[in-house]
Each structure stands twice: as structure tokens, then as C-alpha cells.
């Protein structure tokens, strides 16, 4: 009896999983491309692979001169290829997960304590690094990789390495630094020589010289709801943790051999190092830097989807975005890129949605959320203007009684204190966003120049109430300057002779 029910269980339990492990069928995957398309449709140039369980890859793009052959800048997607990288030096006897990175770049050292760094808490984003230490030099791209890893001997840890999951580019600067040491390769020819080459990634690129020449998507920035072109800069120092360069269909090979440990037949990394780097390895905690994760380690965030393991990272740049993930139980992945990135939208919305579906949700209703978000910001941006308007308009009106104004309440609280007002306001509103915001995202003050790259709409508006209060301010001074009247001298009384007694007119010689 006992055996029986054995039997039965096990095989109840053989049952539930083919169900729900069940590679994803045909008919999903052609309906969650087709939603896909429909919601990437309208949206900025976008390019998008998906792989089968069968070795099948269906590409696609949208939007004009965009083939699935396109370059585009993958950001943070990037430090999967430098973690690969590691692990095939680890592989080879030439680096240790657990040796401190000191043994490699001897002069590492940061402003906390002295406690080793590993190899492995960098990979693992546990090096006690706070995110702002690696945001500070995204818009110095002339600063160079060793200047940039160097730059950490200011920087003190918030926490003790291994302890804490905190998101830092710099962990994958300084593995990418590393790599280029103990390989006696610069990061990009190693990476060409044992990734690149191997995978067939023909059309992914190291600089944005070699992908412009190729028909790099260039991206663009939003204001008010208006496409703006701005040329990104290269920064090769940034190579190994956000500047790599793809397209849909090299992905689509790099996504095939993190599947399946392969690609026709190569395999630059051995399947158990892989299940190591698809592993969870540390909790994120409260560090949301890459949705739909709970874990990550090795480049990679792992989580649930539609109760579904899933493998993923996404990458951000100023006007990129970039997804990338599988289902190990479904076995099928998918890719999307796109060359815009506002703030104010879920940019990576299309790529989870496709994947929830191949995961065994159902397609979600797709709604307009560029129109409604970038409408409520005109709508702002309207309302900021009137009520501009409105007030000079009564600050007209209220000059034709200047003169009166300052004959009965004083220069100084008519005019001088406004002044001082409204610059304290526009100085105010000022540190508030450029020296608050800057400190609570990037660790420092946030320049005009970056602000404006990352949300322009917010920029303008911040800006033009910056101005409005000091010119309303300088305009008042100015006219109850020029309309002063100067205080009236009282009159001096004429002089008279004193009174004199009636005896004294003719005194007595």
C-alpha cells in the first residue's frame, strides 16, 4: 500500500510538472510577439528577439531604419558580459571567487575600513560600494577606467563587504579593471577574442565609432512630449559596467548560450559555472535597482514571474533602455531594446508584459502612457505659464502706485525686501532640485547640463520658475527705483527781525 501511494505521488508530481514547466507553446509565443509589436507600436525605435525552447529566434523591430540587426547601447546589460569574462578567468586557475581584488590590483583601497574585498562580493554587489559611488562620473566620459576604480579611495562603504546587496557600477568597473590586469588584454580586445567571437556577436561593438559606422540607433531625450536627438558621448572607461554595444540578433546568440550553456556547439563557459552566475545568490532587500528580481549574483537578477524562476538584468542610459531575460522552466527568452528613456515612464513595461505572458499570464490591456503622463506636464507646464503671466500682470498694475507705495511704506520694505525675496525663492528652488535631488541620487550637486539630459521637462519648468522669480524680482526693484521721489525739504521760515518794545525804537543817546 505504502508503495502504491509512492507511486502514485511521484507520478501526480511528474504530471504537475510537465504542466507547469511546460516549454512555452507555439501559439503563445506567436500571440506574445504579436502583443509585443502592438506595444512597443508608436513608441521610439525598438528592436526585440525572442528565443524558442526548440533553438527557434524570432526578431523584429519597430519604427523606421530599424532592422533587428541595429546597434543600441545596452547599459547595465553589459555587466553580464564582464561577469562571463571573470568566471572564464576563474575557470582558467587565474582568478579566485574569494581572493580579495588586492591581490589582483594591489592598490585598491577605499575610505572605510580595512576589510578585504572579494572577487566574488563585487560580482555579488556586496562590496559594501553605496549605488551613489557609482552614478558620480556617468557624464565624465572623458574619465578612463583606472581613474575610475581609483576614485574609490574616497568613498566610504555603508556597510561591511558581504553583508548588504547594494547596486554599484563600480563593483563592475573594478572587475572589469581586473580582467584586463590578470589577462594582460585591454577589456574590449578580451572581450572580442573569448566572448564576442565565440558567440558569433559580429555586430556588437566595444566604442560608439564602430556602431555608428554600422547604424548605431541614436537616442532621444522627451520634452513636453517631443522627440529631442542628442548624440551620447562615447566613454570607454564605462565599458565593462554600461557601454557595450548590441544589437537584437547578437543577443539573440548571447541568450541562446545563457539558456542552454551553448551556441552551435560552443560553449565558453562550463554549464556549472553558469548555474553558479544564474544562481540566487543574495537577497536585494530594499535596493528595487532592477524590477522583477529578489536576488542577484554574478550580473544577473533572479526572481518569479506568474509564479515562474526567471533569469534577468535590464540596462539604463539616458536615452537607452535595454531588457534581457529567460524562463528556465519555459525555456524561452527574450531581448528588447529601445533608444528612449524618460523618467517618467516604465520604459522596461513591453518586455515584462511579454514575458509574464510566456510565463502563462494574460495580455494585459494596452493603454497610452506616454499621452496621459507627457498631457498631465503640458497641462503643468501650461499652468506654470499662467500663472506667470497672472502675476505680471498684477505686478503692472501695481506699479502705476509706486510712488505712492513708497511715499507711505518705504524704499526698503517696497522694493528692497521683494528683491531679496524672490532671489532667496529662486536660490531655494534651486538647491532643492539641483543640490537635493543631486545628493539623493548621484551623492553630489547635480549639474543644469545632467539634469536637463535625464529629465528635461522637470528642467524647464524648475528653470523657468528660477527665472521668472529673479527678473520679477530685479523688474520691481528697478521700476520702484526709477519712480522714487526724492523726500520734500521742508521750507525754511524767512527770517524776521525780533519784535522790539515801543520805548526801544529810539533809544536815548
Not at 510577439?33 to 513608441?43: D, I, Q, T
Not at 557600477?169 to 565565440?198: C, F, I, R, W
Not at 565609432?209 to 540607433?217: F, K, M, S, T, V
Not at 535596493?287 to 529578489?294: E, F, L, P, Q, S
Amino acid at each position: 500500500m505504502t508503495r502504491r501511494i509512492r507511486w502514485a505521488a511521484a507520478a501526480i508530481a511528474a504530471v504537475t510538472l510537465a504542466v507547469f514547466a511546460a516549454p512555452a507553446s507555439a501559439q503563445t509565443q506567436d500571440t506574445a510577439v504579436s502583443h509585443l509589436r502592438e506595444e512597443l507600436a508608436g513608441g521610439p525605435p525598438s528592436s526585440y528577439a525572442l528565443v524558442a525552447a526548440d533553438g527557434t529566434v524570432t526578431t523584429g523591430a519597430v519604427g523606421s531604419d530599424v532592422t533587428p540587426q541595429s546597434p543600441f547601447l545596452l547599459g547595465s546589460l553589459s555587466k553580464s558580459f564582464t561577469a562571463l569574462a571573470v568566471m572564464q578567468l576563474v575557470e582558467a586557475g587565474k582568478v579566485g571567487l574569494d581572493t580579495p581584488i588586492t591581490a589582483y590590483l594591489p592598490w585598491f583601497r577605499t575610505a572605510g575600513s580595512n576589510d578585504p574585498i572579494t572577487v566574488r562580493q563585487l560580482l555579488n554587489q556586496t562590496s559594501g560600494l553605496p549605488t551613489e559611488a557609482g552614478t558620480v562620473d556617468l557624464y565624465e566620459p572623458e574619465t578612463t577606467l583606472e581613474q575610475r576604480v581609483r576614485a574609490l579611495a574616497d568613498v566610504v562603504p555603508v556597510s561591511r563587504p558581504g553583508t548588504v546587496f547594494h547596486y554599484c557600477n563600480k563593483n563592475y568597473a573594478t572587475l572589469g579593471l581586473m580582467v584586463e590586469q590578470v589577462s594582460g588584454q585591454g577589456y574590449a580586445d578580451y572581450l572580442k577574442a573569448h566572448v564576442l567571437a565565440p558567440l558569433g556577436m559580429t555586430r556588437t561593438f566595444t566604442t560608439l565609432a564602430d556602431a555608428r559606422r554600422e547604424g548605431l540607433i541614436e537616442g532621444s531625450s522627451v520634452l513636453f512630449g517631443l522627440n529631442v536627438p542628442i548624440e551620447t558621448p562615447d566613454f570607454p572607461g564605462a565599458l565593462p559596467d554600461g557601454y557595450l554595444v548590441s544589437t537584437a540578433e547578437d543577443l539573440s546568440h548571447y541568450l541562446t548560450f545563457q539558456m542552454t550553456g551553448a551556441y552551435r556547439g560552443t560553449r565558453p563557459l562550463s554549464a556549472e559555472s553558469l548555474r553558479l552566475m544564474h544562481s540566487a545568490a543574495v537577497p536585494t532587500g530594499e535596493d528595487h535597482a532592477i524590477d522583477g528580481i529578489d536576488h542577484y549574483g554574478f550580473g544577473w537578477g533572479t526572481g518569479t514571474l506568474n509564479g515562474q524562476p526567471v533569469v534577468q538584468h535590464d540596462g539604463d542610459l539616458t536615452r537607452y533602455h535595454a531588457n534581457l531575460g529567460y524562463l528556465p522552466d519555459r525555456h524561452v527568452g527574450l531581448v528588447v531594446l529601445t533608444s528612449r528613456n524618460p523618467v517618467l515612464l516604465d520604459n522596461g513595461a513591453p518586455f515584462h508584459h511579454t514575458l509574464a505572458m510566456l510565463a502563462g499570464a494574460p495580455a494585459p490591456e494596452i493603454g497610452n502612457g506616454f499621452l496621459l503622463t507627457y498631457g498631465v506636464i503640458d497641462g503643468l507646464a501650461l499652468l506654470v505659464l499662467l500663472a506667470m503671466v497672472l502675476a505680471t500682470r498684477r505686478q503692472v498694475r501695481r506699479a502705476r502706485k509706486l510712488p505712492d507705495l513708497v511715499r507711505d511704506k518705504g524704499f526698503g520694505r517696497v522694493a528692497v525686501r521683494p528683491l531679496i525675496g524672490h532671489l532667496v525663492a529662486a536660490a531655494v528652488l534651486y538647491a532643492a532640485v539641483f543640490v537635493g535631488v543631486g545628493m539623493l541620487s548621484y551623492g553630489g550637486w547635480l549639474p543644469v547640463d545632467v539634469a536637463f539630459q535625464t529629465l528635461p521637462d522637470f528642467t524647464v519648468l524648475v528653470l523657468a520658475g528660477m527665472a521668472f522669480l529673479v527678473v520679477r524680482g530685479v523688474t520691481w526693484f528697478a521700476l520702484a527705483s526709477s519712480r522714487r521721489r526724492p523726500a520734500a525739504r521742508p521750507s525754511r521760515p524767512a527770517r524776521t527781525p525780533p519784535a522790539r518794545a515801543v520805548g526801544d525804537a529810539h533809544p536815548v543817546r
